[in-house]
């Protein structure tokens, strides 16, 4: 199985301020057909998980600019532009290049 | 509106058997990828299931392999999943997913299952 890391696990940020996630996979997540399935999901309180990006830096619908994904082959990177307050909540990036999908251990967004 | 709304958790036993649904609605459901994921209690994610559009194609992850089935019924639009041989390790949210082009793109509310005598 793709084993995902994430660094920091936890990231207290202050209101306005940039926050940023790095994710490492450990191997490629390029597919034969040269697609990144590299996705990034956000989990409020008490809510179900929601897809921010998909395929490294693709926003899903609904989703605002301030959230933007980067990287290649088994090193990712989600950043926060300016946090606001409802940004709180964990952060997972999820391979789906090879079943078993797997994510990451997920990092908490908090404010300082 | 897509909308995925599971049902069917509850307390089971150990070893016992418990039948998950998952009805969809708005979007074409037989056009889709379905999958099923959990998360324990403040615990990450795992992805376990995975069914194809027609249902003829299924995944799974080892943990789960053997003793959950998938299956789909696209007349009535429903997800199933059928879980026998329940551990005290299977206690947690039950999601039901939509797999897009765009990924795992719509996650239902969940239902919450829980094994203990």
């Known amino acids: 199985d793709i084993v995902m890391t994430q660094t920091p696990l936890s990231s207290p940020v202050t209101l306005g301020q940039p926050a940023s996630i790095s994710c490492n996979s450990s191997?490629?997540?390029?597919?034969?057909?040269?697609?990144?399935?590299l996705s990034w999901l956000q989990q409020r309180p008490g809510q179900p998980p929601r897809l921010l990006i998909y395929?490294?830096?693709n926003r899903f619908s609904g989703v605002p600019d301030r959230f933007s994904g980067s990287g290649a082959g088994t090193d990712f990177t989600l950043k926060i532009s300016r946090v606001e307050a409802e940004d709180v909540g964990v952060y997972y990036c999820?391979?789906?290049?090879?079943?078993?999908?797997?994510f990451g251990p997920g990092t908490k967004v908090e404010i300082k | 509106e897509v909308q995925l709304v599971e049902s069917g958790g509850g307390l089971v036993q150990p070893g016992g058997s418990l039948r998950l649904s998952c009805a969809a609605s708005?979007?074409?459901?037989?056009?889709?990828?379905m999958l099923w994921a959990r998360q324990a209690p403040g615990k990450g994610l795992m992805l376990f299931s995975r069914?194809?559009?027609?249902?003829?194609?299924?995944f799974y992850a080892d943990s789960v392999q053997g003793r959950f089935t998938i299956s789909r019924d696209n007349a009535r639009n429903t997800l199933y999943l059928q879980m026998n041989s329940l551990s005290a390790e299977d206690s947690a949210v039950y999601y039901c997913?939509?797999?897009?082009?765009?990924?795992?793109?719509?996650w239902g509310q969940g239902t919450l299952v829980t094994v203990s005598s």
């Open positions: 999820l391979q789906t290049t090879q079943f078993p999908w797997t």
């Open positions: 997913v939509r797999d897009s082009r765009s990924g795992v793109d719509y």
């Open positions: 191997q490629s997540l390029v597919h034969t057909n040269g697609i990144t399935y």
């Open positions: 395929e490294i830096f």
């Open positions: 069914i194809d559009a027609d249902g003829s194609t299924t």
């Open positions: 708005g979007f074409t459901f037989s056009n889709y990828w």
